[in-house]
């Protein structure tokens, strides 16, 4: 059973950074593209950061110069670093990966997911 745990939520100030973790674990083939998705109370969840198993990024343009993506391959975990945080961040953050498990295609797993509050 594939599971993925995020770490890295809490309160920070406007201004500040956070760097939010993502590991997989469990019986794993293969992982392809890692990501980030965040949720606003009272919207839709929304894509962030995504990055390819080649290290490829997709960054959103709400966050892009803030936000910096990153993954390491031999701990099956994914990063978002994010700097100059503003209130307008605050969201649940849930990480995504396209995983293969033995025998079986690829499918998507979600995390649980990591509050994150930019307030003063």
């Known amino acids: 059973q594939v599971q993925l745990v995020e770490s890295g939520g809490g309160l920070v100030q406007p201004g500040g950074s956070r760097r939010l973790s993502c590991a997989a674990s469990?019986?794993?083939?293969?992982?392809?593209?890692m990501g980030w998705y965040r949720q606003a109370p009272g919207k839709q969840r929304e894509l962030v950061a995504r990055?390819?198993?080649?290290?490829?990024?997709n960054i959103v343009d709400s966050v892009k110069g803030r936000f910096t993506i990153s993954r390491d391959n031999a701990k099956n975990t994914v990063y978002l670093q994010m700097n100059s945080l503003k209130p307008e961040d605050t969201a649940v953050y849930y990480c995504?990966?396209?995983?293969?498990?033995?025998?079986?295609?690829?499918?998507?797993?979600w995390g649980q997911g990591t509050q994150v509050i930019v307030s003063s």
């Open positions: 990055i390819t198993s080649g290290g490829n990024t």
């Open positions: 469990g019986t794993i083939s293969s992982i392809n593209a």
């Open positions: 995504n990966a396209v995983i293969q498990v033995p025998g079986s295609g690829y499918s998507g797993y």
